[in-house]
DNA sequence: GCTGAAAAGCGAGTGGG
DNA sequence: CCCACTCGCTTTTCAGC
């Protein structure tokens, strides 16, 4: 689906702010109250939109201690990849799990409460992932910048 | 302030759904509507809940090309710390800025369009910030796992 | 901190231009 | 794409426990 102007300015505006109401918009963009709604439902729809969360502050709520993960498989034979991208996604720990190029094969992105919860994490959880071959921690001292926003 | 077991639930629900109503989670906590309204709103007061955004589909708005950025700076004084971050901060293109430990200063994840906006960015955005020194790309294959959730 | 009920505001759908 | 109008639901507030 293509989007226009208008729907990328929705977008920027939403990705800021799921509740505002459709009337600001339509303050905003000079378009009609119902045109606003059709176009956000559409999105809604088409994919564009995912979904509408909320946002927790990791500092409030003890999930400070963040670790980039570097991973090694042993063997990068189809049925490992599978399965250590199906256990992956079951840790709540892990925020982003990015498959990459260069001397790792993945990196992902834990969150946890402090250095005890990484190592119980790292411990227990991860490196009994079986495909799991040899991983690299890189501590996160700040967070600098930290979005979901795609400007448009 | 600490949270207690309901706040976490709540706070389960609504990183899932930002629109769930305060009915829905009354019915699933067992818990008046306007005692469910009051933590909600004590939470986005204390600042535990930041912010409502919502999420789009990459995929569908031509902002599927993900790299990991490492660079380092030329000197780790205070200004060009300061100077870099504040840089930063402003292009869209960068969704998360990490200070880091190790063989490098800061990871970058950046998106963008493809591997033409990718290397517009790294020529005219990012290494005509001053304090820039050496910077390294790894590009992401894969996003298999991306989570805005804090799991209680 | 909780409940229940009443008031105000918004979203979703309709008919028509 | 816009306007005007409903209806129903959600949020918000208030009294009282």
């Known amino acids: 689906m293509s989007l226009d102007k208008i729907d990328k300015e929705i977008l920027n505006f939403l990705q800021d702010d799921a509740k505002i109401t459709t009337k600001a918009l339509s303050n905003h963009l000079q378009l009609s109250l119902t045109a606003i709604h059709e176009r956000i439902k559409k999105m809604e729809r088409n994919g564009v939109i995912k979904k509408y969360v909320a946002l927790v ?27 250590f991208e199906r256990e992956i996604a079951k840790l709540d720990e892990v925020l982003e799990c990015m498959h ?8 992902l992105k834990v969150q946890v409460k402090d250095m005890l919860s990484y190592r119980e994490f790292v411990l227990h959880k991860l490196t009994t992932i079986e495909p799991v071959g040899s991983t690299q921690s890189t ?12 400007k448009f």
């Open 100 to 107: 990459v190029s260069g001397d790792y094969d993945y990196i």
């Open 57 to 83: 502050n990791p500092q409030k709520a003890e999930k400070d201690f963040k670790v980039l993960c570097h991973v090694k498989l042993i063997l990068h034979k189809k049925q490992n990849i599978q399965k």
């Open 139 to 150: 501590f996160i001292i700040d967070d600098v910048k930290h979005s979901t926003r795609l």
